[in-house]
């Protein structure tokens, strides 16, 4: 994910992994489904979706197996993509790669590895510097797969090269990598972690899991063997039998719920991934939550690196996602005793877990499990309501004081369900210009711009047309400052967006309530519907929430909490998550938010 955010965003990577062969089998399989919703945003989610196993049930002792009970995978209606998936790391990968390789400003290099880091004080304080060093050598071809305790090699590797990882054998055996920011996604043993002395903060459980076996007692890791694994399957399984011809992969996880004491040093060198947070398996949140943790770094490193925003952004990554982090811990203790408990045989048990009990937590739980429940606490980058206020360093202000200019507030109850902090909700709206239904965050693409929408409100009103007109003029007034996309690139464009504007930190868009009948393209003003000597007019910044011929009404104002008269402003960063929300009037607040995060022009 943080390569594919700097494919995206044209910044120079280079990206090194020892292992010389790619990932053929197991691993991180799950795929839930605000997982998904960021796929989608970098095109990459209709390959996965047919691909993949939809986990769209999930089914619930007379010594048989039967159904006890059934529930939904997910919250229905919680997004457009109604339940998690399952497919095969290896395919995901490749579908990363095939992306990343249409970027020439991305190197991928297999079979090296780093043998040092250094930052040079002198110079980490000036974000222009180079001012990490990080050595590498290439690794002996072989000798980079994983091996169990026991001297087993874990077979989930497939010899042979992805065709769009590049490995230049005309490299020197050993080099030196000067580079403005590193991150380190290496892993719950990361060699990144040790060298900077980072620990990991928590404990190490007695479970040992496999996600179909679960048990209570204490295992000598070297001793566990493809046949115990079976064996105790089998006795899970009786009077059942189980037996296989052929194994894809199996390796045995010991549960160590734990944090990183540190996400950063310096603002320079970053660790995402289980190199800052380890858990169970159980409930699939090892990959899910490791690209949101780049899906939140990636876009402020590009902004940065391009000269665009100020580096004092790269400390909300850790403040914004060690509380997810620990949040994971506390939801995975819960839930790895659920699977580890022995079930209940009789209502006298009183040590056994009951499957309603089992059924309630699950449910408790599913707002979090499937990637949703991210809520970021205010900072820079995340202006509350006006009784919730954030000055220039983050901090918690309180009470509202609007004689600082560098205050910067939003009014919540302007959008009632569009939680600021939290990830922007999805709607169906028409294309005013041809009827067409879309999701609106079909047209929130990751390419590292904010986006501001433009809730209009009922245009077909004059005065409230006339708060429109004066809204496009106040920002095109401030365009020195607020630097807008100009054109939105047609969906599946073959040129990325950063091969153009790359000054632009934003993309508007305009919803509006109106009949759509009743109003023209035209009738709106230029910086809303946008003509490019190229292109042409833009006829994709102008959605209307209103009655589709094919699907219904979307409702999008009202699932938003919006008055569909008056309307409001929200403000999405490029990570999809609401940070601002202000009348049309307030243009001097989102204004203000942006003076305190971008680089003076």
Request: with cysteine; aromatic share 8%; hydrophobic share 35%.
């Amino acid at each position: 994910m943080a390569a594919l955010w700097m494919a995206r965003c044209g910044i120079k990577t280079l990206v090194v992994d020892k292992r010389d062969v790619k990932v053929r089998a197991g691993h991180a399989d799950g795929i839930q489904c605000r997982t998904l919703e960021i796929l989608e945003s970098f095109d990459l989610v209709d390959r996965i979706w047919k691909e993949s196993c939809h986990m769209a049930e999930n089914p619930g002792n007379d010594g048989l197996i039967h159904r006890s009970s059934r529930m939904s995978n997910t919250i229905p209606g919680l997004s457009r993509f109604p339940c998690g998936v399952l497919l095969a790391q290896h395919r995901i990968e490749d579908i990363f790669l095939e992306e990343i390789h249409k970027c020439s400003t991305v190197e991928i290099r297999r079979n090296v590895e780093p043998t040092s880091i250094h930052m040079d004080n002198k110079k980490i304080h000036n974000h222009n510097a180079h001012a990490v060093t990080v050595e590498l050598q290439r690794t002996a071809m072989g000798q980079s797969k994983p091996v169990m305790s026991n001297g087993n090699t874990a077979s989930n590797w497939q010899s042979g090269e992805s065709q769009h990882a590049h490995m230049d054998q005309s490299q020197t055996s050993n080099e030196k990598v000067r580079a403005r920011y590193v991150i380190g996604c290496d892993g719950a043993h990361s060699w990144t972690r040790a060298q900077l002395g980072f620990c990991m903060e928590g404990e190490q459980t007695e479970y040992l899991s496999t996600m179909v076996i679960s048990n209570d007692g204490r295992f000598d890791r070297s001793s566990i063997t493809p046949e115990t694994i079976l064996q105790a399957a089998q006795k899970i399984m009786k009077p059942y039998k189980l037996e296989y011809k052929h194994r894809d992969w199996w390796t045995v996880y010991q549960i160590g719920q734990r944090v990183g004491n540190q996400f950063t040093a310096e603002d320079r060198i970053f660790l995402a991934g289980d190199a800052i947070h380890t858990h169970s398996p159980k409930a699939g949140q090892g990959m899910n939550v490791s690209i949101q943790d780049t899906y939140n770094l990636g876009w402020k490193l590009a902004m940065v690196v391009k000269g665009l925003a100020k580096p004092s952004i790269l400390k909300t990554y850790e403040t914004e996602r060690r509380g997810i982090a620990k949040e994971l811990i506390a939801f995975d203790q819960e839930y790895s005793r659920l699977w580890s408990s022995r079930p209940k045989k009789d209502t006298e048990d009183q040590d056994g877990l009951s499957m309603v009990e089992f059924e309630r937590a699950f449910v408790k739980q599913q707002l979090f499990s499937s990637g949703f429940g991210v809520h970021y606490s205010p900072s820079i980058l995340m202006a509350k309501s006006s009784d919730d206020t954030i000055e220039m360093n983050g901090s918690r202000t309180g009470a509202a004081d609007h004689s600082n200019g560098d205050v910067v507030t939003s009014n919540q109850n302007l959008a009632t369900r569009t939680i600021l902090g939290q990830r922007f909700p999805s709607f169906k709206v028409i294309n005013h210009s041809d009827a067409r239904s879309w999701h609106l965050a079909t047209w929130l693409p990751s390419d590292g711009l904010f986006h501001i929408l433009l809730f209009a409100g009922d245009v077909s009103q004059s005065v409230q047309m006339n708060r429109v007109r004066i809204f496009a003029a106040e920002i095109a007034a401030r365009s020195h400052m607020l630097p807008l996309q100009r054109r939105q690139r047609p969906r599946k464009s073959p040129r990325p967006r950063h091969f153009e504007e790359q000054a632009a930190v934003a993309r508007l868009l305009t919803i509006h309530s109106a009949p759509r009948q009743a109003i023209e393209m035209h009738d709106f003003p230029s910086l809303l519907f946008p003509y490019d000597e190229e292109l042409g007019y833009d006829y994709n910044c102008i959605f209307v929430d209103g009655e589709s011929y094919y699907e219904g009404h979307g409702r999008a104002y009202e699932g938003y909490g919006i008055n569909p008269k008056k309307g409001c402003v929200v403000l999405v960063r490029p990570d999809q998550h609401v940070a601002w929300i202000g009348e049309l009037e307030d243009v001097q607040g989102l204004e203000r938010y942006f003076k305190r995060i971008l680089v003076e022009p």
